[in-house]
């Protein structure tokens, strides 16, 4: 079955933003696949091995106004040394 795209697009921004959202998380599901979940237990084992790493010490934290100034600081020297 050939849908026009522009008229699916159409009805589609009709939609009341949750009827919209149904839409969108439908779609999103249809799309995951096993390559998705693979991604998700990927990460979901990165984010524990990370706190792991902070509750025994292993790691430091920095607030994130010193991380934002550090990461502007070199941004700035990298604009410069590219001229």
Avoid: C
Avoid at 21 to 43: C, R
Wanted: aromatic share 4%; proline share 1%; net charge neutral.
């Amino acid at each position: 079955m050939e849908i026009d795209i522009a008229l699916l697009k159409e009805a589609a921004l009709n939609l009341s933003p949750y009827k919209r959202l149904q839409l969108i998380n439908t779609l999103w599901e249809n799309l995951k696949g096993v390559e998705q979940d693979k991604i998700d237990q990927a990460w979901l084992q990165e984010s524990k091995d990370r706190l792991r790493a902070f509750r025994q010490g292993e790691v430091g934290t920095v607030d994130g106004e010193t991380a934002l100034a550090g990461l502007k600081a070199k941004l700035s020297q990298g604009a410069h040394t590219a001229r």
